[in-house]
């Protein structure tokens, strides 16, 4: 009860912070979904992590790709998640190091090739 409580005051004041104090006396307010759909209500899905194997450039790419269920959200007016696309935050190296793309060091790679998969591409990098 006590983290429902903390979470409905957190979606309270993102009202506020989305157009002014909690609107009992705006009563257009009280009919804009706009208004009342905040991301402390429910955030927009984030994208998951994907990796790639690139045969041009011999890595394997960690991107961020929006999860499957987004092709088929049911709130496209009110949810961007739809229209998030693919965006590369780094890469593998077949010796396994990690390099991330520039301005995306931050974020931490969560898939990871395994070692049988590296050890498969640079067999494959040694035999041409
Ligand atoms: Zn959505």
Redo the contacts with the bound molecule.
């Keep these: 009860m006590e983290s429902r409580w903390t979470q409905t005051r957190e979606y309270l004041s993102s009202l506020t912070d989305s157009g002014g104090p909690w609107p009992r006396s705006n009563v257009e307010k009280l009919t804009d979904p706009n208004y009342f759909v905040t991301n402390a209500l429910a955030a927009?899905?984030e994208r998951i992590q994907k990796l790639i194997w690139s045969k041009p450039q011999n890595v394997f790419n960690v991107t961020l790709a929006p999860h499957w269920s987004?092709a088929y959200?049911e709130?496209p007016d009110y949810?961007d998640?739809?229209t998030q696309g693919t965006t590369k935050i780094g890469h593998y190296q077949v010796d396994g190091e990690f390099v991330p793309r520039k301005g995306y060091e931050d974020v931490i790679p969560l898939v990871r090739p395994t070692l049988a998969q590296l050890a498969s591409k640079r067999r494959e990098g040694e035999s041409q």
């Design positions: 927009v899905q987004a959200c709130w949810c998640c739809g």
